[in-house]
């Protein structure tokens, strides 16, 4: 990848936006980038060098796997999103990998040895990537909230709500999002069964909800699916 690109992708990333051009230019040198395709494994936590990662392009899903091999989809990530070791720990026990979901994504990354140096140089950067990483804990904080609080109906009428908020394409009280994800994704990210999650989305279609297929999912009216989570 040329310098030129990869000065752009970290100039326009809202965290580096406190470093003038000649530190954004000295950044090139320690930065680490990516392309992958849809499928494509991206990282693996096990056995290699902690890192931070930048999603510059596409979508990719964080899949923790516990002791007994069981796979569960722990975050979705997406353009201008953080993930790898945010907490800047090295010696963290989890056992998860990242993979595309979209036909192009295009990560930069970071050693997480590289990147504590770099917050040292920089405490206006270092106050930004602080808030950047109080913003994702207190979204995995509501996300356990929703998990413990509400049933998987709910969960799911929230989780759709606040994709098409994020990605969806508004016209109106409409919104049509480009659907990346199969219903096994789904079910796994609002902890439920693929049958279930199957179910409640032939609910939600039948009530006029929403319009499903594996390409597209319309959201006919945010206001009437708010209302019946209210």
């Known amino acids: 990848m040329s310098a030129d690109l990869k000065f752009w992708y970290l100039r326009n990333h809202k965290l580096f936006r406190t470093l003038n051009l000649s530190q954004i230019k000295q950044l090139c040198i320690i930065t680490g980038f990516k392309k992958a395709g849809r499928g494509d494994i991206i990282y693996f936590s096990a056995g290699e060098l902690p890192r931070i990662f930048f999603l510059k392009k596409g979508n990719i899903k964080i899949v923790s796997v516990d002791k007994e091999g069981n796979e569960m989809i722990k975050d979705i990530i997406q353009k201008g999103d953080l993930f790898g070791e945010l907490t800047l720990e090295t010696h963290t026990e989890n056992n998860e990998y990242a993979q595309a979901l979209t036909d192009e994504v295009i990560i930069c990354s970071f050693l997480l040895s590289d990147f504590e140096n770099l917050l040292l140089k920089h ?8 808030k950047f990483v109080g913003l994702r804990m207190m979204k995995w904080k509501n996300s356990y909230t929703n998990l413990i609080s509400k049933d998987a109906r709910s969960r799911l009428m929230l989780f ?26 789904i079910a796994q990210i609002i902890c439920t069964s693929r049958q279930t ?31 019946q989570l209210n």
Do not use: V
């Open 123 to 130: 405490p206006d950067l270092a106050l930004s990537y602080t």
């Open 160 to 185: 759709l709500k606040d994709w098409a908020h994020r990605e969806g394409k508004p016209e109106g009280d409409t919104a049509n999002i480009e659907n990346y994800l199969t219903q096994n994704d």
């Open 197 to 227: 999650a199957t179910q409640l989305l032939n609910e939600l279609e039948e009530k006029q909800l929403i319009q499903y297929s594996r390409k597209h999912i319309i959201i006919n009216s945010l206001t009437a699916l708010e209302d």
